[in-house]
């Protein structure tokens, strides 16, 4: 059998971090369950979970099994509250190949996680009157003298759209490096934003696309406004304010020299090679800042609600992180979670080299933070699931500050109906452990990765390569663990998943990509016979369902491959109107809006109201199918399955994937 190795190797990553932390993970998809011998408590002298006084909670020793899967070379997480770092650990060392280690002390690249500060800064100058229309200031407005020369439809964005990423710019300037031989920095953004203005939007106004083009024009107005850099502006108004000793810009360290960590790419044989570069300062104001846990704490618990901020006011800070519409905020995606309390604003960073996971929970005080000092963000994603994996982990261990706790699994076989109408059943050995898959009559042994379920976590199967004359790849989802994302909202009625076929291969060359043949399908299927019956379906009023979704992408929107993502999915049922709204975030970045029509205890339909320009496959004449129902008692949970064929005439792609959710209270 021909295993992906990589795939392995980070499945043991996870496998291990979770173990220790109770949960499962994500991203652009995920893994396997061991016995670590890992205890969940804190080390005897560490802080008491809840405790006000004392020491941190030492979480290295629960990472370094997992660095040593090879992973990351380093790894630094934490959990933040209004009291500061809660707990925190590292491991690993600084640069592959040389022996310093990681510290909880050493500064990390934070990547795209700098936009929120970026807005929080431009606030303070909105606040005291230097842009003279406030958030409404206009680019004309700032700089009269390109009116002839930028497009027309740039001369009404305001600075309220550029943080939201609703001005219509492209994701990138065309050339981050022009004019790098001017040694003003001010300059330099101003150049290249003319050059790059001068072109029609890539969008429209007031439709979100995702742009670090839009944070450095916003920076740039800045900087026009108060005649001095960004960097300069943010040394002065948030980080002199919050006490910020260690913020700063671009690669942490002395060039050469190895006294902080370097970021890595993958060296095409499975390893890592360090660099220490960065993308080109004019990014700045998108995500060049660099700066220790400690010290970004400080900015995190701004958002606290019930903490009083440092700078600013509450009704200020609210605002940033409140969406115009849809789910991305000033410099924060915004998605409602079961274990928040609310919502969860929560971003990610990477530039190329590093990666970077920030979640705030702002109604319960408590945030997470995980950094490695290495991504394959355009490969497989390993390094996310991983990270994302962690933070999963410390939101449900009960042992730990600002964890849920584990709730008691239940075990399900599950009986799936493939599109193609073969039957398919979960095989479950004598300790209730997933052994293989049945597909009509004929068993199929399974290399099965498995995520929680070690000390009475539960569990979610993710991933597994079935070995038989199909070689059906099953990604699949649990019926007591939903994913990684909302870690405390496992579905009792229902589960659902995708499948591709082919195995899992490494590509060759080197990268992790996975070589399946096709994308399958996707099913969801009822539990116990729980489908809600029709006579209890409610007739009347609204109700918003969240949860996740799994599912397999092919075309050329990535790169012709095969590959598989998940997704943050909010569902609306409008009963009284009959209308069913599934909103999903994929962790690619891409938003996808399908509608429907409810009928009795299910819903249906081939609308789709949004498929965001950076989607998996070509938007324009793109058509959909959905399908799905209502579970358990007054329809607590919904779910369903959906393809979607793009719109390009010549290899059009296809998606395929299914969710599910439980009713928000």
């Known amino acids: 059998m021909r295993v992906n190795r990589r795939h392995l190797r980070h499945s043991a990553l996870v496998a291990t971090a979770v173990a220790f932390l109770g949960l499962s993970g994500c991203g652009g998809g995920t893994t396997d369950t061991a016995d670590t ?89 909105v606040e005291d009157g230097t842009f003279a229309n406030g958030w409404n200031t206009t680019v004309a407005e700032v700089f009269p003298e390109l009116a002839g020369s930028i497009h027309q439809d740039y001369h009404a964005v305001t600075v309220a759209q550029l943080v939201r990423m609703r001005g219509g710019l492209a994701p990138n300037a065309a050339d981050w490096s022009a004019y790098s ?51 300069t502006l943010m040394q002065e108004r948030l980080f002199a304010p919050l006490g910020i000793t260690t913020g700063g810009f671009g690669p942490p360290g002395t060039p050469g020299a190895v006294d902080q960590p370097w970021g890595h790419r993958p060296d095409g044989n499975g390893g890592w090679m360090p660099v220490q570069y960065d993308q080109d300062p004019a990014l700045g104001p998108a995500g060049t800042v660099h700066i220790s846990i400690q010290d970004w704490a400080e900015f995190i618990s701004l958002w606290f609600v019930d903490k009083d901020p440092a700078i600013l006011d509450r009704s200020t800070l609210t605002q940033l992180r409140t969406p115009e519409s849809g789910r991305y905020a000033a410099g924060w995606n915004v998605i409602r979670q079961h274990w928040a309390g609310g919502t969860t604003i929560r971003h990610n960073g990477t530039n190329t080299y590093w990666f970077s996971t920030l979640w705030i929970a702002p109604e319960r005080g408590v945030a997470y933070v995980v950094v ?108 007591h663990w939903n ?76 790169g012709g491959r095969i590959l598989h993502f998940t997704a943050d999915v909010e569902m609306t049922a409008d009963f009284a109107n009959a209308a069913m709204t599934v909103d999903m ?23 789709i109201h949004q498929m965001s320009q950076s989607s998996l496959i070509e938007t324009q004449g793109a058509t959909a199918q959905m399908t799905g129902g209502f579970y358990g008692t007054d329809a607590v949970e919904a779910g369903g399955a959906y393809e979607i064929v793009g719109g390009r005439a010549q290899d059009p792609g296809r998606v395929v994937g299914a969710f599910g959710g439980r009713k928000d209270p």
């Open 37 to 125: 011998g890992m205890q969940p408590s804190p080390p005897d002298g560490m802080m008491p979970p809840g405790g006000d006084t004392g020491p941190p909670v030492d979480l290295s020793q629960f990472l370094t099994p997992a660095i040593e899967q090879g992973t990351a070379p380093g790894v630094i997480t934490a959990i933040i509250d209004e009291n500061g770092v809660r707990a925190i650990g590292a491991a690993g060392v600084r640069r592959q190949g040389s022996p310093e280690p990681i510290t909880v002390d050493d500064i990390v690249r934070i990547g795209s996680d700098t936009k929120a500060m970026t807005s929080t800064m431009l606030a303070t100058l």
């Open 181 to 231: 031989d001017n040694p003003d920095i001010k300059e330099r953004r101003y150049n290249i934003l003319r050059d790059n203005l001068a072109n029609a939007p890539a969008g429209a106004a007031g439709d979100h696309l995702y742009s670090n083009l839009s944070y450095m024009l916003a920076g740039a107005m800045a900087e026009r406004l108060t005649g001095k850099s960004w960097e």
């Open 372 to 479: 490695a000092n290495s991504t394959d963000f355009y490969e497989d994603r390993g390094v996310v699931d991983a990270l994302y994996s962690i933070v999963a982990g410390l939101v449900t261990n009960e042992e730990l500050p600002g964890g849920r706790g584990p709730q008691t699994p239940q075990d399900h076989v599950i009986q799936i109906a493939r599109d193609d109408g073969v039957s398919v059943a979960a095989l479950r050995n004598e300790d209730g452990d997933l052994a293989g898959l049945k597909v009509g009559d004929t068993a199929l042994s399974l290399d099965f990765h498995r995520l929680g379920g070690v000390t009475g976590g539960g569990g979610r199967e993710s991933v597994g390569s079935v070995i038989n004359s199909e070689n059906v790849v099953v990604r699949h989802i649990d019926a």
């Open 483 to 558: 994913t990684q994302t909302d870690a405390v909202a496992r579905f009792d009625h229902m589960s659902y998943g995708a499948w591709a076929t082919g195995m899992a291969e490494p590509r060759p060359g080197g990268g992790a990509d996975y070589t399946y043949d096709g994308v399958g399908g996707a099913y969801l299927t009822a539990l116990d016979d729980t489908r809600t019956p029709a006579a209890g379906m409610p007739v009347s009023g609204t109700a918003t369902y969240l949860g996740q979704s799994t599912g397999f992408v092919q075309g050329h929107g990535v």
């Open 585 to 607: 975030l994929t962790t690619r970045g891409t938003s996808i809006v399908l509608g429907g029509t409810i009928q009795g205890n299910v819903f249906s339909g081939t609308t």
